[in-house]
């Protein structure tokens, strides 16, 4: 008998078989042919939201899933991640492709497999409190109108709902938003982009490698460091050894989103610094990439949890400047100085100035973000 690893390396060498062949049919489409079919009148909008550790992807999800015509899901990735945590990131982005195809059309099936229970409620889905949509009726009849969506209550409230509701509920809405930290080769996801069923978009969000650095410092990431180091050889696990990793796969997205033909208007860049900076004009651009629009209610809605301090609440960018340069505090320059080395090519690219004194470091009015870099220089 096949043991249990041995089964989902065999069901993963059959995935990529499939979608190697579905990838070799789709190329014998013409490029201008596949934009008539990919997005049809009345198709949901798919957008994938791809980002690293500690770099504000969570509030950037938060924009989208507080959006009424979104259907949105936090880090789908998470249980394959956990179920095959022996197994290095490398192998996991098949699967994880599998299961965003799916997700992306509503289909929640593949859930079951990687669900601690089997998946028969949403609570095996660790983090579906994450979703406004799952919080709310359709989906869970027990929500009170007037008290809005409160992520706490939702756990308690809906935690029993069948997993299976998820899917009807997933087709009322006209867009589906999927985000995740997981992918660090974007070319083993190019089929989906080719896929006619899917009306698919990326947004790609960074933020400056020091200050994500110091996040993880305060941040249990242990198995998650494990998987990604895991095929890397050294079994030393350190913040500037999974920094280097994760630098180099982000500009590897970049370049395979600006070489990818099919790729080609449908990737948006977005820093986290002009996002806490300037979060309603950045909203703008993202929802209008999105095919959505920034509603008044919406645009209240962030200028409070960007400005208040809300006990209990995701906030965000208050203090915008020393988030922001909060790092240039709190940080050993000879730490600071490892993460520049090792993150040089993707600072150059997404415009971060490297400190190269400690006076440097902290001497907070010298701008070490690049005010002059735009969406448009990552293309």
């Not at 400056?208 to 494990?226: C, G, Q, T, W």
């Not at 100035?353 to 907070?364: D, G, I, M, N, V």
Request: hydrophobic share 40%.
């Amino acid at each position: 008998m096949m043991s249990l690893r041995l089964k989902y390396l065999f069901l993963l060498s059959v995935s990529l078989f499939f979608f190697s062949i579905s990838q070799f049919l789709f190329s014998k489409t013409p490029f201008s042919t596949y934009l008539q079919l990919s997005a049809p009148k009345n198709k949901p909008v798919h957008l994938l939201i791809v980002s690293s550790w500690r770099s504000g992807s969570s509030f950037l999800g938060q924009i989208f899933n507080h959006h009424n015509d979104v259907f949105y899901l936090f880090e789908p990735g998470h249980p394959i991640w956990m179920k095959l945590r022996n197994e290095g990131s490398e192998l996991l982005h098949f699967p994880l492709r599998d299961l965003l195809q799916s997700l992306f059309t509503c289909d929640v099936s593949p859930l079951h497999h990687y669900l601690p229970e089997g998946g028969k409620h949403i609570s095996e889905l660790g983090f579906f409190a994450e979703s406004r949509a799952l919080c709310t009726p359709p989906f869970c009849s027990v929500f009170i109108p007037s008290e809005g969506y409160d992520r706490h209550k939702c756990y308690h409230r809906c935690k029993n709902t069948l997993l299976k509701e998820m899917a009807e509920t997933c087709k009322t809405y006209s867009h589906v938003v999927l985000k995740t930290v997981r992918i660090l080769d974007l070319s083993v996801f190019l089929p989906l982009f080719r896929n006619p069923d899917l009306n698919l978009r990326i947004l790609h969000l960074v933020r400056d490698p020091r200050a994500v650095a110091l996040s993880r410092k305060s941040f249990d990431l242990n198995i998650e460091d494990h998987i990604v180091l895991k095929n890397d050889g050294n079994k030393n696990i350190t913040i500037s050894r999974v920094m280097e990793k994760i630098c180099k796969s982000q500009v590897d997205i970049n370049n395979v989103a600006k070489t990818a033909e099919v790729l080609r208007g449908r990737y948006m860049a977005i820093r986290h610094e002009d996002l806490a900076n300037e979060p309603i004009k950045n909203i703008k651009k993202m929802y209008s990439f999105a095919g959505l629009s920034l509603t008044k209610d919406l645009e209240q809605w962030v200028y409070n949890i960007t400005h208040e301090e809300v006990e209990g609440s995701m906030t965000f960018s208050r203090e915008s400047s020393k988030v922001v340069h909060k790092w240039r505090t709190a940080l050993d320059f000879n730490f600071i100085k490892q993460i520049q080395d090792n993150c040089k090519e993707a600072m150059d690219l997404f415009g971060y100035r490297p400190a190269r004194s400690k006076t440097e470091q902290q001497h907070l009015t010298l701008d070490l973000v690049n005010k002059e870099w735009s969406q448009e220089k990552a293309k």
